[in-house]
């Protein structure tokens, strides 16, 4: 039978998920989430923080147990002694990857098309395209493209928030508000 070959360590597994957080959570979700929450959107951030450290501590431990590749699928498969169950549980990990890469590929598309007169559609396609090539070549190839990445997402991050605490006035916000 093949086994995978571990490539990835602590560090690029930790940049993988901060990458996701940040390039979903952060770029992609925040203009719509701060149009409805207003000045109090930090306290949606912070809940989510609380439900995201749970869930990386779950998968911590999801990995110290069963130290192999798709530790979710082993867990329920010796949980529940059942292979349907595991089945179920690896594809929804699979439609769950698809659906935070195309979260983040369609972020990026609307950020594109600002720039350039292009799709929303278009420059979400390409991006995966370009990404799928970077993985086929890949696994560490595309984890030290994921760490460069997401170093530049938090680079820009931590410039937004320096600048928006040297401009901003903060007496004059309140962080309880919100517009409806």
């Given at each position: 039978?093949?086994?995978?070959?571990?490539?990835?360590?602590?560090?690029?597994?930790?940049?993988?998920?901060?990458?996701?957080?940040l390039g979903a959570g952060i770029y992609v979700l925040i203009?719509?989430?701060?149009?409805?929450?207003?000045?109090?959107?930090?306290?949606?951030?912070?809940?989510?923080?609380?439900?995201?450290?749970?869930?990386?501590?779950?998968?911590?431990?999801?990995?110290?147990?069963?130290?192999?590749?798709?530790?979710?699928?082993?867990?329920?498969?010796?949980?529940?002694?059942?292979?349907?169950?595991?089945?179920?549980?690896?594809?929804?990990?699979?439609?769950?990857?698809?659906?935070?890469?195309?979260?983040?590929?369609?972020?990026?598309?609307?950020?594109?098309?600002?720039?350039?007169?292009?799709?929303?559609?278009?420059?979400?396609?390409?991006?995966?395209?370009?990404?799928?090539?970077?993985?086929?070549?890949?696994?560490?190839?595309?984890?030290?493209?994921?760490?460069?990445?997401?170093?530049?997402?938090?680079?820009?991050?931590?410039?937004?928030?320096?600048?928006?605490?040297?401009?901003?006035?903060?007496?004059?916000?309140?962080?309880?508000?919100?517009?409806?």
């Amino acid at each position: 039978m093949f086994e995978l070959k571990r490539e990835m360590g602590l560090f690029h597994l930790t940049m993988y998920g901060v990458g996701l957080i940040l390039g979903a959570g952060i770029y992609v979700l925040i203009g719509e989430a701060t149009g409805l929450a207003g000045d109090s959107v930090w306290i949606a951030f912070v809940l989510g923080s609380v439900v995201a450290l749970f869930a990386g501590l779950s998968y911590a431990e999801l990995s110290s147990i069963f130290p192999k590749a798709a530790a979710e699928y082993t867990f329920i498969k010796n949980a529940f002694k059942n292979n349907f169950f595991a089945f179920i549980i690896g594809w929804l990990t699979v439609i769950t990857s698809m659906v935070m890469a195309a979260t983040v590929a369609l972020g990026f598309g609307g950020y594109f098309s600002e720039f350039l007169n292009i799709s929303t559609t278009i420059s979400a396609i390409v991006l995966i395209g370009i990404l799928s090539i970077i993985n086929f070549i890949g696994i560490r190839e595309s984890s030290w493209t994921n760490t460069i990445f997401t170093i530049i997402e938090a680079s820009g991050l931590i410039l937004v928030i320096i600048i928006g605490f040297t401009i901003s006035e903060p007496e004059s916000v309140n962080y309880f508000e919100s517009p409806t």
